[in-house]
């Protein structure tokens, strides 16, 4: 099979979707017969060729998030006035890509965190796009991550909840990951995107270095496009369940994929980060605005 993945130069998120159909159909006659599990292979087979033909999203489809075993060791619903910077910093403050960071569109109202994007004449770094980033002072290895919230809208710009170790590009440091990774638990990058279907998803993805010998090259593995519910304008939750083995990610409590990739888990611990992107080329008229709106950002851990 693999060969056949490589003929076709199939992405890994590609070939996890061949392979998806296989476990589904497999789970079909395993534990009773249901018109759900047809349905769900149907679906499944549908998605794939589209997936493979057309590199289109897949409906998360694995395993319910299971929570036994775990306590809650961080959770901020937002329901202050003002951001609590006793546990969150501002990151990164200063030019990024096309614009810059800064903690004047960061606020808390209405029990959200609101991060927004917008070109300003008198930023405090000059004209320009702006837009922010933050971080927990305390770092986690292992554990459950968590965040609800609603996407910007308009494109360029996208959200991103995400864990970065400190040296996760360094080929000598990260290892493969193990010495640290970074981990996409989601990005929204297809605010703009034509198709319907692919504007509703967003992508999970790892990067680390020292997965071969090559210390220029950033290793990465997108595991895939997957959609979400009406994720601009509706409250969605995005996951990831890091454990010693591997790496579970979760759209609305369901399992989207698992990985080590690239050596294997990190044993580093690692920062929690909650962002809106700025992006390397901005097109939008400058009144054009966004907003990033978090319900919550839970961790559990055991």
Request: net charge negative; proline share 3%.
């Amino acid at each position: 099979m693999q060969k056949i993945f490589e003929f076709l130069h199939l992405a890994w998120r590609q070939q996890d979707a061949v392979y998806r159909v296989g476990r589904l159909f497999s789970a079909l006659f395993s534990g009773g017969f249901s018109f759900k599990k047809l349905v769900a292979v149907a679906v499944a087979f549908a998605e794939m060729f589209g997936c493979v033909l057309f590199d289109l999203p897949l409906t998360p489809s694995g395993q319910e998030l299971n929570l036994d075993g775990y306590s809650l060791v961080f959770f901020d619903d937002f329901e202050g006035e003002a951001l609590n910077t006793d546990v969150w910093y501002h990151r990164g403050q200063g030019p990024r890509r096309n614009g810059a960071n800064c903690e004047s569109q960061v606020k808390v109202e209405d029990g959200n965190l609101v991060i927004t994007c917008e070109y300003l004449e008198d930023g405090a770094y000059g004209a320009g796009w702006y837009a922010a980033a933050i971080s927990l002072f305390e770092t986690y290895n292992r554990g459950y991550f968590e965040i609800r919230c609603k996407c910007n809208d308009g494109g360029e710009f996208w959200s991103a909840f995400w864990i970065q170790a400190d040296h996760p590009y360094d080929h000598e440091l990260s290892k493969g990951g193990v010495g640290g990774a970074e981990l996409d638990i989601f990005e929204a990058p297809y605010g703009n995107a034509s198709n319907p279907s692919l504007r509703n998803s967003v992508t999970q993805t790892i990067h680390c270095n020292g997965g071969d010998d090559d210390p220029d090259r950033l290793d990465s593995r997108m595991l895939g496009v997957f959609r979400g519910n009406n994720i601009y304008d509706e409250y969605n939750t995005y996951g990831l369940e890091w454990t010693e083995d591997e790496y579970i990610f979760y759209i609305n409590g369901v399992e989207t994929a698992r990985s080590s990739f690239s050596k294997g888990v990190s044993q580093e611990n690692e920062h929690v980060i909650v962002s809106l992107e700025i992006p390397d080329e901005i097109t939008h008229e400058k009144d054009f605005t966004s907003q990033f709106i978090v319900d919550y950002v839970k961790i559990y851990q055991k």
